[in-house]
């Protein structure tokens, strides 16, 4: 039995580690170099959504044709800082090869062992905190432009339905019932029955970590220079030690890791929200425009626009124009919508080139475990990659194979 941990990282999957640890009886320190919650945080910034369904990574098969192009088109929603190719190399050759059916139908198997029961694994980990005030549960929608737009998508759907995710079908006039203001670009739509998405993903992350130390964790607010097995070295050199470290950095973990021996293939996928003020109208249910490839979601105070990819590094600035392609896009869903006020926001997501995260402990530091990599589904799976880290450091069984999540597969 371990009596101590430290995890390092307080967005969702850091959150979630210490929080269960905790509640184990474990003695938590949380570090972070920023507040719980805190727009430097991917946890703060994303759509919000409890995505079960997101079971389908982006390496379909064709991608290596279609990629350029759409790098090449202003109204595409992949981005990337032609100065960064070369280092993205590493990432990117082994994204494509990825790209094939066999491999790609593995990869949903062992994504939807992380998504499936995501919004029970949250509704878990919130009950009894205010974090549980953020939760919403209900349907998700794709807005298509028309039946054939979605016929197209047939092997994303296929892979879907194949995991047991189901659509129900609206043509415009269902479509119009359900979100009345919808322009008439769009006329068809798919939706998915038991999803969720949180009504403001920074508070309920700050949330869960207040809850966390009320009950006796510890948060120190300090940036991690380095970590070795079972120690970590705060950047003013403070040494601190314990039974296990859970490495929960999201795309800054690989700074950490890899001096310890593991070769991470970790990349950022920069990712834009455009925040709408006090909308004139708001939609009942979080959906997916299909043909833009971004996710509009009703919050607290607003709506949030966020999609995008862009490859470009975790210090390059925010780039200008994946948000007025976001502000143009929400034009043509709704052009009659008024706001008072936008914010923008641009933040890191942590992905492996394979689309599953590092789960369990380094090969040469086997008292680290890495618990990082949730890319596009990151806040869906947080709880439940936080429970198995925990389960991990604790010796305990985990109920499914967790070989897809090593995190020396890349050494
Ligand atoms: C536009 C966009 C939309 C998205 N939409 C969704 C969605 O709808 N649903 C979904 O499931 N996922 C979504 N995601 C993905 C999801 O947000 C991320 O995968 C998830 O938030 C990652 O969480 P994390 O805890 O691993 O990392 P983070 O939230 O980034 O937390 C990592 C923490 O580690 C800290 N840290 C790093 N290095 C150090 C150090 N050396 N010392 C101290 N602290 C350190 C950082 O300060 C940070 O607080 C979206 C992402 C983007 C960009």
Known sequence: MIRTAIVIGSGITGVASAEWLRREGVSVTLIDRVAPGAPEQTSYGNAGLLARVAVVPLSEPGMFLKAPLMILDPDSPLFLKWHYL?????????????????????????????????????????????????????????????????????YASGLRRQAGFVPNEHDRAELLQHDPNVSARYQFATSYADHGWLTSPGRYVAALAEHFQVNGGVFRLAEVAAIGDGEVTLSGGEVLTADRIILCAGAWSGGLSRPLGQKSRLETERGYHLFLNNTSFAPVCPFMVADAKFVVTPMLGGLRCAGIVEFGGLNAAASKAPLDLLRKRIRQVYPSLTWESEETWMGHRPSMPDSLPHLGPLIHAPRVICAYGGQHVGLTIGPRLGRMARDIALGRNINIDIKAYDPNRFS
Do not use: C, M
């Open 86 to 154: 070369p280092r993205l190399i590493p990432w990117l050759v082994p994204f494509l090869r990825n790209a094939r059916r066999d491999i790609l139908e593995s990869t949903v198997q062992a994504l939807l062992a992380l998504t499936d029961d995501s919004v029970d694994q949250h509704l878990a980990l919130a009950r009894g905190t205010r974090a549980a005030d953020y939760i919403r549960k209900g349907d998700y929608f794709y807005y298509y432009r028309n039946r054939k737009a979605y016929a197209k998508d047939a």
